[in-house]
């Protein structure tokens, strides 16, 4: 499978940070989190599709050339 260029932003506390990265088929938002040193505990958003995807999702089956995924904190609301 030929490689895709995704947006992957990361989104925390802090000024947020984008990245342009080039994916293969069988790359999971776990690989991706690994390698930009993001928190396991962040979720993983689809933009395009404004759904969540889980850590063992093939990012390169699923995502098309050119879309944005984002890494961001899970919210917590209450005590």
């Known amino acids: 499978m030929p490689l895709k260029r995704i947006t992957a932003k990361v989104v925390g ?3 947020s940070k984008v990245y ?10 776990k ?3 690994k390698q930009m040193n993001v928190p396991k505990s962040y979720r993983t958003f689809r ?3 404004r759904e969540f995807l889980s850590d063992a ?5 699923i995502l098309e050339t050119g879309e944005s ?6 919210a917590k609301f209450g005590r």
């Not at 342009?20 to 938002?29: F, R, S």
């Not at 999702?57 to 089956?61: A, E, Q, T």
């Not at 995924?69 to 899970?74: A, D, G, K, T, V």
């Open 47 to 49: 933009r395009k599709t």
């Open 57 to 61: 999702d093939d990012l390169g089956s």
């Open 31 to 33: 690989d991706i989190k």
């Open 20 to 29: 342009t990265i080039d994916i293969e088929g069988g790359t999971t938002p």
């Open 69 to 74: 995924i984002e890494f961001s904190p899970e």
């Open 13 to 15: 506390t802090h000024k």
